[in-house]
């Protein structure tokens, strides 16, 4: 049985920290799962750690569905949320929920995530109605890059943290039952945390969100150009990753793979026989 919103809201109530990270594809999954993660973001960062784009506006709801259905064949009890691309939501709420309703049907995914406040509360609303649980998205929204001028702390302002609370308290109230809080401080992120009933998992806003979302490929170091702030490695993949990979292009070229133990032999018989046996190309 998968881990479930209501177990989810539970952890909160109890005090119990939710650890949720990114997975793509269903070697990912497998990790993951096997690593204890209750939750699993099948995230449109893929754009970026997986297809190489510079955002994740690109991202289609075919990506989405294609990656989705691969992390679901790798997991059996994580719960697993789904990004809902740019442009998949914004413009219509019809649209929205037939998209919403697509990456758990075709995908096979438990619930969606999109970015937005007050300005999406009444599709959130729509979706939730229809049977689709939502997670809220607020901060730092990557798919609105182009408008905040770049990846970039939201929130600092008075202002803008009483627009970051009432954008989480509109979501909550829509009916989503989780919120992801992005480059949002610390202390702002402990006060909406404080004001919602349902969980907050930060991404670069402190310690003190219900839980904590980490990008895979961040946290084990698979990339070795750049390193989020708000990221640990727990590993330097990368490093060793090429080390394996020069030391094979090196045995390769030395001739000392593959040896004896990984290749296949015949008979000594049939070897003779062949030997002896006159081939004529064709």
Same mark, same amino acid.
Request: net charge negative; proline share 4%.
């Given at each position: 049985m998968r881990?479930?919103?209501?177990?989810?809201?539970? &952890?909160?109530?109890r005090?119990?920290k939710? $650890?949720?990270i990114t997975?793509?594809?269903?070697?990912s999954a497998i990790?993951?799962e096997r690593?204890g @993660?209750? @939750?699993?973001?099948?995230?449109?960062s893929?754009?970026?750690?997986v &297809?190489g784009?510079?955002?994740t506006v690109? #991202?289609?709801?075919?990506d &989405?569905?294609?990656?989705i259905?691969? #992390?679901?064949?790798?997991?059996?009890?994580?719960? !697993?949320?789904g990004d809902l691309?740019f &442009?998949?939501?914004? $413009?219509?709420?019809a649209?929205?929920?037939?998209?919403a309703?697509? =990456?758990?049907?075709?995908?096979g995914?438990q619930s969606v995530?999109?970015?937005?406040g007050r300005s @999406?509360?009444?599709?959130?609303?729509?979706i939730?109605? $229809?049977g689709?649980p939502?997670?809220g998205?607020l901060?730092?929204? *990557?798919q609105?890059?182009?408008q =905040?001028g770049g990846y970039?702390?939201?929130?600092r302002?008075?202002?803008?943290?009483?627009e970051?609370?009432?954008d989480?308290?509109?979501?909550?109230e829509?009916?989503?039952y989780?919120?992801?809080?992005?480059?949002?401080p610390?202390?702002?992120?402990?006060m @909406?945390?404080?004001r919602?009933?349902? *969980?907050t998992?930060g991404?670069?806003?402190?310690v003190?969100?219900?839980?904590?979302?980490? #990008? +895979?490929h961040?946290?084990?170091?698979?990339?070795?150009?750049?390193? *989020?702030?708000?990221?640990r490695?727990?590993a330097?993949?990368?490093?060793i990753i090429?080390g394996?990979?020069?030391?094979?292009?090196?045995?390769?070229q030395e001739?000392? +793979? *593959?040896t004896d133990?990984?290749? +296949?032999?015949?008979k000594p018989?049939? !070897?003779?026989?062949?030997t002896?046996?006159h +081939?004529?190309t064709?």
């Amino acid at each position: 049985m998968r881990v479930t919103i209501r177990d989810l809201s539970k &952890m909160k109530a109890r005090g119990e920290k939710i $650890a949720m990270i990114t997975a793509y594809d269903y070697t990912s999954a497998i990790i993951v799962e096997r690593a204890g @993660i209750p @939750i699993i973001l099948v995230g449109d960062s893929l754009g970026h750690v997986v &297809m190489g784009y510079d955002s994740t506006v690109p #991202v289609t709801m075919e990506d &989405m569905i294609h990656h989705i259905k691969a #992390v679901m064949r790798g997991s059996e009890k994580a719960h !697993v949320v789904g990004d809902l691309p740019f &442009m998949s939501y914004q $413009a219509d709420t019809a649209e929205a929920i037939r998209n919403a309703g697509r =990456l758990l049907k075709e995908g096979g995914c438990q619930s969606v995530k999109l970015e937005g406040g007050r300005s @999406i509360s009444e599709t959130v609303s729509k979706i939730t109605q $229809a049977g689709i649980p939502v997670m809220g998205h607020l901060g730092l929204t *990557p798919q609105a890059v182009n408008q =905040l001028g770049g990846y970039r702390v939201q929130g600092r302002t008075t202002k803008a943290a009483v627009e970051l609370i009432d954008d989480a308290k509109a979501l909550e109230e829509a009916g989503a039952y989780a919120v992801v809080l992005e480059g949002v401080p610390k202390q702002l992120a402990q006060m @909406i945390t404080e004001r919602l009933a349902i *969980p907050t998992i930060g991404i670069g806003a402190g310690v003190n969100c219900d839980g904590q979302v980490q #990008v +895979f490929h961040d946290l084990l170091g698979l990339f070795d150009d750049f390193s *989020p702030k708000h990221a640990r490695k727990y590993a330097n993949l990368s490093e060793i990753i090429q080390g394996a990979i020069s030391r094979y292009v090196s045995d390769v070229q030395e001739q000392t +793979f *593959p040896t004896d133990k990984e290749s +296949f032999s015949m008979k000594p018989e049939v !070897v003779q026989e062949l030997t002896g046996q006159h +081939f004529e190309t064709v």
